[in-house]
């Protein structure tokens, strides 16, 4: 499985998971990230919770998230550390 392809435009597609309880993560795509927010896709974005914990392994990093944009498939969601 390929964990990171650079396109042309710049973008860096790494593969991460949401992990929803001890037991259950759904992988997803992470299409771009900043400091304050990440965008991911994956198969079924209606079985995560508005708030949720993100993993990306590239990073070793766990982070609570918050979603402010949904799709059937996106996730668009700020870092809320804070919770």
């Given at each position: 499985?390929?964990?990171?392809i650079?396109?042309?435009?710049?973008t860096?597609?790494e593969?991460?998971?949401i992990l929803?309880n001890?037991?259950?993560?759904?992988p997803?795509?992470v299409c771009?990230r900043?400091e304050l927010?990440?965008?991911?896709?994956?198969?079924?974005a209606?079985?995560?919770?508005?708030?949720f914990?993100?993993?990306?392994?590239?990073?070793?990093?766990l982070?609570?998230c918050?979603t402010?944009l949904?799709t059937?498939?996106?996730i668009e969601?700020w870092?809320?550390?804070?919770?």
């Amino acid at each position: 499985m390929i964990d990171k392809i650079n396109n042309k435009w710049g973008t860096t597609f790494e593969s991460g998971a949401i992990l929803l309880n001890e037991h259950t993560m759904v992988p997803v795509l992470v299409c771009s990230r900043s400091e304050l927010s990440v965008r991911l896709v994956l198969l079924d974005a209606d079985v995560v919770p508005d708030i949720f914990l993100f993993e990306l392994p590239s990073l070793k990093t766990l982070r609570v998230c918050k979603t402010v944009l949904r799709t059937s498939e996106v996730i668009e969601a700020w870092y809320d550390d804070e919770i």
